[in-house]
């Protein structure tokens, strides 16, 4: 894989991955509605195009934030899965909930918040270990 960063800087390297506008979107939808699927991401309300999404997860597989394998009872059907590289972004996302809790909606009074975000705002360690216990039980079923 070729050297695609910008500059040394950490905060600008990780954002040469993740930071464009569909990286992370991908990875919520992976890690909190439990899509999985080809199939399942372009059904998204978000509608990414096919282009685009084959390109995001191609890049997150080769980065090792993603992995894939055939679905078991359907050799044809990748299955797209979190690695520990990937869950290690489940702070980033639920801090950018936090904020966007806290900044963004009074712009957005529609913004799907529920009452889990301020619980899991008042005890942030306890919430990222259970997201990624919950997922990994959700990745154990699957198999």
Same mark, same amino acid.
């Given at each position: 894989?070729?050297?695609?960063?910008?500059?040394?800087?950490?905060?600008?390297?990780?954002?040469?991955?993740?930071?464009?506008?569909? @990286?992370?979107?991908?990875?919520?939808?992976?890690?909190?509605?439990?899509? @999985?699927?080809?199939?399942?991401?372009?059904?998204?309300?978000?509608?990414?195009?096919?282009?685009?999404?084959?390109?995001?997860?191609?890049?997150?597989?080769?980065?090792?934030?993603?992995?894939?394998?055939?679905?078991?009872?359907?050799?044809?059907?990748?299955? =797209?899965?979190?690695?520990?590289?990937?869950?290690?972004?489940?702070?980033?996302?639920?801090?950018?909930?936090?904020? @966007?809790?806290?900044?963004?909606?009074?712009?957005?009074?529609?913004?799907?918040?529920?009452?889990?975000?301020?619980?899991?705002?008042?005890?942030?360690?306890?919430?990222?270990? @259970?997201?990624?216990?919950? =997922?990994?039980?959700?990745?154990?079923?699957?198999?």
């Amino acid at each position: 894989m070729p050297n695609t960063f910008r500059s040394n800087c950490p905060i600008t390297s990780a954002l040469d991955i993740v930071g464009d506008k569909w @990286s992370l979107v991908i990875i919520k939808q992976i890690l909190f509605e439990r899509k @999985s699927t080809f199939k399942d991401f372009t059904g998204s309300t978000e509608a990414i195009a096919t282009n685009i999404l084959s390109s995001r997860l191609k890049m997150l597989e080769e980065y090792g934030i993603l992995s894939k394998t055939k679905l078991p009872e359907n050799k044809k059907t990748n299955i =797209y899965f979190l690695t520990d590289k990937g869950l290690g972004l489940t702070p980033t996302l639920m801090e950018l909930t936090f904020w @966007s809790k806290d900044h963004i909606q009074e712009f957005h009074p529609n913004l799907n918040l529920d009452q889990q975000i301020t619980a899991a705002q008042k005890n942030k360690e306890a919430a990222y270990e @259970s997201i990624i216990k919950n =997922y990994k039980n959700w990745l154990q079923e699957l198999s």
